[in-house]
């Protein structure tokens, strides 16, 4: 119960900072806000001007604004979005399904293209593992906007195999997913080979092999769950790609989603939905730690209340 | 019939820039444990691996003859080699507690070794599982198959190991060092079961470099020395009467056969270190409940015990590296517990330690010039003496001074051990705590580490708190001795005393674990006294 209650504090703790840096990175951006609400190039009075300024209650003095926006953020009131006249809530609702989509396909992915090539590239033989090293360092180093362009080009342009922007349907998903997911599979698999060649050189792989257990098994039943450990630790990391690589590869795509809304508002700077988005990656990573404490004790029976090493 | 036979083995590693194993030969058969002897690096564990087709990827494996379960496996490819793995050699290594999987359950480890031969249904695995674990001799085995190695005991780990090497009913069984890692009275246990599985029918490897080891368990003794078997012969011959230089020479090395440290007079004077009353609990657990004893200038005090026993708990309250609950610690008749850090640490070099495992207390990445030079700078010598004194101390402990760049993975165990010493060395301390200092050195090693630091006693006046399971060890270098047990001295006196003439059980017991050439060898050790 005291496990849970820390946990809250914490993340509400997480949520504010994250706040306040936007809060204070957004008042760095020239321009008057006033013109993100009117429009750039719209012609306002002196009066107007003044009105709409205390009307968003940008008259008042910057601690007040902070403290104002503090106080609206704890009871989950964003308030509404300059350029869309809608409440801030209402736009990321609607933006948050295709990023989510986009997101899990990715989060599968990863993994399964990491663990897969793992598997088949930690063998006796080197040069898969080379091979497999040289194309990870070529895909990690590769601007993801670039994939993005180039699986269009290769997949949609030339051999019109799948649709080249959002029609709705899975097919529109592929190349999104690949872009996005490519990158991360990449890392994760270097980190995921380390582990996994670490932990077939431990002794309990050698017991293992001594049973009669082929190579293979050796690997999937004992060394991928080992190698899995440093994989998770990277999942913050994994979690900042995500969200970051939205952003560019809904734009490439032209797909609707957060990461559009998110370069959309920050150009414009349409304060409340860059808060907003910025409060929302708060709560997810947030909530990516905490699932990944509650894998951590999954994968290794050391960290498990009921069976874990008890502190001396 | 022999379930092994092999005649002029040899492997090779690094594309054979490396011979670890020179045209060795030898046989297994039913009932009958033969020992590999030998010091770490003498190919014994490459020799035994060979057998399994578990040499590794890079090692080249050629012979004369090598034939397992009846077959020609010198031709044998990945297949053919698992269909003997387990099914007819059975494999116990070092340290169940990482020789198992750390992220299984016993039971996982055990059914595979049952499923990999297919020797039971999967729906029979469960009980089989329980079935060995009862024969291993682990109380509770249903509840026990559900639990992970990091939650059993030592000697429960080990049994749990042979369970799942003897699961598919191995003819032959390899144990490579399988009582290292344990206590005396652990060690004597595990022993005491393979020793039944022996007697059952199993045929045993033994690989150690623990000579007395190797009598408890062995029939034939063959000797290893750099990948070549020097001697070999009938355990009792091997052992009593041993005819290679090298053989004779392990055998002496052993601690307790060889004579003690006769000091002749005894220490006088104010003790150094006077400890009263010393308690030190851990959220509810009392490590340490009431200790009491002085350590004068000169005096060398052995602390005995199993682990968990308390030991290094105190030994951490003498460092002042943890504050005691109850009692206190005068240093020089000063007080050494309880007062604030900022009085302590003038007088933190008169207190160092000698550390289990040199490889890891010393910084990886340092060369032995900066290890010692640290612990010069830290009691204040300016820089420009500092080289000299780290020479003048590597002379002391043995050492030549083109060691000064080396870095320790580039050291023998021997050699970081003396690095260790000189590192305590060096802020001229009055008392060294000794933990287990030679508990992770080969026999031969261990006896000149031992002459090394019993010679640093009487040179220096050094006063020592010598902390060991091995009792053999202590015997050899101390003056006093104290058991502990669940965190309370059951019994201390002159070791001569302690030994001849244990009063606690629980010290009996303990020196009844201690495998026989140990014991045997105190006699005439105690007519020269």
């Known amino acids: 119960m005291r496990g849970v209650l820390t946990r809250l504090v914490s993340a509400a703790l997480v949520v504010w900072a994250a706040a306040t840096c936007a809060f204070l990175v957004l008042q760095l951006i020239p321009g008057d806000p006033v013109y993100a609400v009117v429009g750039s190039d719209a012609l306002v009075s002196e009066e107007q001007h003044e009105r709409i300024r205390a009307e968003y209650g940008l008259d008042q003095p910057l601690v007040v604004q902070y403290l104002n926006y503090v106080a609206r953020l704890a009871t989950f009131r964003f308030g509404d979005s300059y350029q869309l006249q809608q409440p801030v809530a209402t736009v990321l609702a609607d933006q948050l399904w295709p990023t989510v989509q986009l997101a899990l396909a990715a989060t599968v992915l990863a993994p399964l293209l990491a663990v897969g090539v793992t598997v088949a590239t930690s063998g006796r033989r080197n040069w898969p593992r080379r091979l497999s090293a040289a194309v990870e360092l070529v895909v990690v180093s590769t601007p993801s906007f670039w994939l993005g362009i180039m699986l269009l080009t290769i997949f949609s342009f030339r051999l019109g195999w799948l649709p080249v922007s959002e029609t709705g349907g899975v097919a529109s998903l592929v190349l999104p997913t690949i872009t996005l997911a490519l990158p991360i599979a990449a890392v994760l698999t270097q980190v995921m080979r380390e582990g996994l060649l670490a932990a077939l050189d431990q002794p309990f792989a050698v017991t293992a092999r001594a049973r009669g257990v082929p190579e293979t098994a050796v690997r999937y039943r004992h060394a991928l769950r080992h190698s899995a450990l440093p994989a998770l630790t990277m999942a913050g990391w994994f979690t900042g790609t995500l969200l970051g690589g939205a952003v560019i590869v809904e734009n490439v795509f032209a797909r609707p989603g957060i990461g559009r809304i998110t370069l959309q508002a920050v150009g414009d700077r349409d304060l409340p939905v860059v808060q907003g988005v910025v409060a929302l990656s708060a709560v997810v990573f947030v909530a990516v730690s905490v699932l990944v404490d509650v894998l951590y004790a999954v994968v290794d029976p050391r960290l498990r209340r009921k069976t874990g090493v008890q502190a001396i | ?529």
């Not at chain 2, 070549?228 to 355990?235: K, L, R, S």
Request: hydrophobic share 45%; charged share 25%; aromatic share 2%.
């Open chain 2, 1 to 529: 019939m022999s379930l092994v036979e092999v005649a002029d083995l040899n492997v090779r590693f690094a594309a054979g820039r490396v011979h670890a194993v020179r045209d060795a030969s030898l046989r297994l058969e039913p009932g009958r444990c033969l020992a590999l002897v030998g010091e770490s690096g003498s190919g014994k564990s490459a020799l035994a691996r060979s057998l399994l087709g578990l040499a590794g990827p890079t090692a080249t494996v050629t012979a004369g003859e090598l034939r397992v379960a009846g077959q020609d496996a010198r031709d044998f490819g990945p297949r053919e080699w698992r269909r003997v793995r387990g099914r007819h050699i059975g494999l116990v290594s070092q340290d169940a507690l990482v020789a198992l999987d750390p992220l299984r359950p016993i039971g996982a480890e055990i059914t595979e070794s049952l499923l990999a031969h297919r020797t039971v249904p999967r729906s029979g695995a469960r009980e089989r599982v329980v079935g060995l674990l009862t024969r291993v001799g682990v109380p509770d085995p249903e509840e026990r198959a559900r639990q992970y190695v990091h939650q059993l005991s030592g000697g429960l780990r080990q049994r749990a190991l042979i369970a799942s090497a003897i699961a598919a009913g191995p003819g032959i069984l390899i144990a490579d060092e399988p009582t290292t890692a344990l206590d005396a009275a652990v060690q004597a246990r595990v022993l005491a079961l393979l020793d039944e599985l022996k007697q059952q029918g199993t045929g045993l490897l033994l690989i150690s470099h623990d000579l007395a080891v190797v009598e408890a368990l062995a029939d034939e003794v063959a000797v290893m020395r750099h990948g070549v078997i020097v001697e070999t012969g009938p355990a009792g011959r091997v052992l009593d009467d041993p005819r290679h230089a090298y053989t004779k020479e392990l055998l002496a090395a052993v601690p307790g056969g060889r004579p003690r440290a006769s000091r002749g007079r005894p220490p006088e004077g104010e003790p150094l270190l006077d400890v009263t009353g010393v308690v030190k609990r851990f959220a509810g657990r009392t490590a340490v409940a009431g200790v009491d004893f002085t350590l004068r200038p000169g005096e060398t005090l052995g602390l005995v015990g199993e682990s968990g026993s308390g030991k290094t708990t105190l030994a951490r309250v003498v460092l002042g590296m943890a504050r005691p609950d109850e009692g206190s610690v005068l240093l020089g008749g000063e007080p050494w517990s309880g007062v604030p850090e900022r009085a302590r640490r003038a007088r933190r070099h008169t207190i160092q330690l000698v550390p289990q495992d040199p490889l890891s207390a010393v910084d990886p990445r340092w060369p032995v010039s900066r290890i010692v030079g640290e612990a010069l700078a830290a009691t204040g010598v300016p820089r420009a003496e500092r080289a000299a004194r780290t020479e003048v101390l590597l002379e002391r402990v043995g050492l030549t001074a083109d060691l000064l760049d080396r870095r320790p993975a580039a050291l023998s165990g021997g050699q970081r051990q003396r690095v260790a010493i000189a590192r305590a060395l060096a802020p001229e301390p009055r008392l060294l705590v000794c933990d287990e200092p030679v508990s992770a050195l080969d026999v031969s090693v261990q006896a000149q580490v031992l002459d090394l630091l019993r010679r640093l006693q009487e040179e220096l006046g050094l006063a020592t708190l010598f902390i060991s399971h091995d009792l053999a060890v202590v015997r050899e270098v101390c003056d006093r001795v104290m058991v502990m047990k669940d965190g309370v001295v059951v019994e201390s006196g002159p070791v001569e005393d302690v030994f001849a003439g244990p009063v606690h059980p629980y010290t009996k017991s303990l020196l009844d674990a201690v495998p026989r050439r140990a014991r045997t060898a105190r006699e005439p050790a105690q007519e020269r006294l």
